[in-house]
């Protein structure tokens, strides 16, 4: 089972191995403590499986909102307890990026907008069937990270971001730029993503599970 809440287009998936049995897709304003269980449920009940029955989990770990990061950690992490199965940890940034990386030796920049001035963001260039990072994931601001990535180069830009800085991409990068048009919904990437970090062995249990998070939250810069 895979869960990405990092960001306002959540999503649950249930996999097998690499295949795609069902996904639940949401982009709405209700909180995920309201809707993630119901979407599990629903996954479970279609699928007819109950959850003792799911061998691993994988989860977005951020970066992106701290609540949804929050709440779908806890989440996870209760399954993970009672359950004593293995949770791969995903990032949220190499999840978008991996929704474009088919095309060898192509460069992929997911960009989530991370409000008061700053993106999320990341480099990747894909190759075979991995991703190798080019530029650390982190907490930049817009013209700091363009200012990083080549500007000779073809760049596939994915993620909420585009919308907020889309002209300033255009600014840095001309024709050089590539938007695409795949959906936000990354649950399905996560569970490939997690699929082979277990395969590796690279699960870990719900004590060692973590958040990704490249600032602090409103309620620690105010305390």
């Known amino acids: 089972m895979a869960v990405d809440t990092t960001t306002f287009a959540g999503s649950v998936a249930l996999l097998e191995k690499a295949k795609l049995?069902?996904?639940?897709?949401i982009d709405s304003s209700s909180t995920y403590s309201e809707r993630l269980l119901p979407s599990i449920h629903f996954l479970l009940e279609t699928n007819k499986l109950n959850i003792?029955?799911?061998?691993?989990?994988?989860?977005?770990v951020g970066p992106g909102s701290f609540t949804g990061i929050r709440i779908g950690l806890s989440t996870i992490k209760?399954?993970?307890?009672a359950s004593g199965k293995p949770v791969a940890p995903v990032s949220t940034l190499k999840a978008l990026a991996f929704k474009l990386h088919h095309s060898q030796g192509r460069l992929l920049c997911p960009i989530l907008d991370a409000r008061k001035g700053e993106i999320f963001a990341a480099l990747f260039e894909s190759r075979k069937s991995e991703l190798k990072e080019v530029i650390a994931q982190g907490a930049y601001s817009p013209d700091q990270f363009f200012s990083l990535l080549p500007s000779h180069r073809l760049i596939s830009?994915?993620?909420n971001g585009i919308q907020t800085y889309k002209d300033k991409i255009f600014?840095?990068?001309?024709?050089?730029?590539r938007f695409s048009l795949r959906s936000p919904f990354i649950a399905y990437e996560v569970g490939l993503l997690g699929y082979e970090l277990l395969k590796k062995k690279k699960g870990v249990s719900f004590q060692e599970l973590r958040p990704l998070y490249f600032r602090r939250s409103q309620a620690e810069e105010n305390n």
Do not use: Q
């Open 21 to 25: 049995l069902s996904e639940v897709n």
């Open 52 to 60: 003792r029955e799911i061998d691993a989990f994988a989860v977005a």
């Open 78 to 81: 209760s399954f993970s307890y």
């Open 157 to 159: 830009f994915i993620g």
């Open 171 to 177: 600014k840095y990068f001309k024709d050089k730029a």
